[in-house]
């Protein structure tokens, strides 16, 4: 049965790779691909070369009227007919700045409008209109563990405090710092399973939410922000550790996260798939009162 499935973070890295294994393996699904204009469009050309069916929506989800217009344009094609029924929603896209004073055009911090509000905004835009079975799957990070093994020291953990802070440049110590940027981005991630266990608790029957974790993948855009010598190493020799435990290639990554969109890997909503098996996330990922706290303020911060 035909089917769209809305995915943002699909240019390059594990979501171009995942894109494409949904569409060979997935062939009624229409793929709408949520990014900036002129690449969403050579994008969907590309990804639609061999008789695929994509499309794009323009956006740049660090704004957050640009996710309402890409909502509702995705809405006016759902409710014209012009796409099949929603079956799916990747949030893949994310972003990690070099310090924790970036603000976006909404005056919330960069980092926590693109990982955390950026996608709460589609999840709830788009809600009403996902046919079951449905599957909203957002990428998150083993970052928020915290610890040398789930991350190797590169990255600090969450600091988690209140979202009203949280969504606020200068919310961690030494703010111009790499590692505040850093700590941003751990939060965020944090934030995002908060708010998947949220969806699991208030989304219909037949619609799941699931986190993935990609594992540490170098090689990505992630650190496109980051100073010349992280880029450099991010690009040019952390590549090498895929080659032992501590690291997942692109490639292996993206398919994974194909298995978990399309349902290959068994995940209940509510889930948190560790690469290619549902897992425990940290023990601090389960705090009923601190999601129910960033659920409040989510809807706060993304009300138009």
Same mark, same amino acid.
């Given at each position: 049965m035909q089917h769209t499935i809305v995915m943002t973070g699909a240019s390059r890295g594990i979501g171009r790779v995942a894109a494409q294994h949904i569409l060979r393996r997935s062939p009624d699904v229409h793929l709408v691909i949520v990014a900036r204009g002129s690449t969403g469009a050579s994008l969907a050309r590309e990804l639609g070369a061999g008789g695929?069916?994509?499309?794009?929506?323009?956006?740049?989800?660090?704004?957050?009227?640009?996710v309402r217009a890409a909502a509702a344009a995705i809405l006016d094609r759902l409710r014209g007919g012009e796409l099949p029924p929603l079956r799916g929603f990747v949030g893949n896209a994310g972003i990690q700045y070099a310090n924790a004073l970036t603000e976006g055009s909404d005056g919330f911090e960069a980092t926590f409008t693109v990982n955390v509000l950026a996608n709460h905004l589609f999840v709830r835009l788009l809600q009403d209109r996902f046919?079951?079975?449905?599957? $909203?799957?957002?990428?998150?990070?083993?970052?928020?563990?915290?610890d040398f093994r789930h991350n190797l020291g590169m990255v600090p953990g969450p600091a988690w405090t209140s979202p009203?802070?949280?969504?606020?440049?200068?919310?961690?110590?030494?703010?111009?710092?790499?590692?505040?940027?850093?700590?941003?981005?751990s939060t965020s991630k944090l934030a995002t399973l908060y708010l998947v266990h949220e969806y699991a608790r208030r989304l219909p029957a037949g619609i799941d939410a699931i986190a993935y974790n990609?594992?540490?993948?170098?090689?990505?855009?992630?650190?496109?922000?980051a100073d010349a010598l992280s880029r450099f190493a991010m690009r040019?020799?952390?590549?090498?550790?895929?080659?032992?435990?501590?690291?997942?290639?692109?490639?292996?990554?993206?398919?994974?996260?194909?298995?978990?969109?399309?349902?290959? $890997?068994?995940?209940?909503?509510?889930?948190?798939?560790?690469?290619?098996?549902?897992?425990?996330?940290?023990?601090?990922?389960?705090?009923p009162q601190r999601e129910g706290e960033l659920w409040e303020a989510a809807e706060r911060f993304t009300k138009a």
């Open positions: 695929h069916t994509v499309s794009q929506v323009a956006a740049d989800l660090g704004s957050l009227d640009s046919t079951a079975p449905a599957r $909203i799957v957002i990428t998150t990070s083993d970052t928020h563990f915290g009203d802070l949280l969504a606020r440049t200068g919310a961690f110590p030494e703010p111009h710092t790499t590692a505040a940027g850093r700590t941003a981005y990609p594992g540490f993948v170098p090689g990505t855009g992630l650190a496109r922000n040019r020799v952390l590549p090498a550790l895929t080659l032992t435990p501590f690291a997942t290639s692109p490639t292996t990554a993206g398919r994974s996260l194909a298995d978990v969109v399309l349902g290959t $890997i068994q995940a209940p909503t509510g889930s948190y798939v560790d690469r290619d098996r549902a897992d425990r996330s940290s023990p601090e990922s389960y705090d």
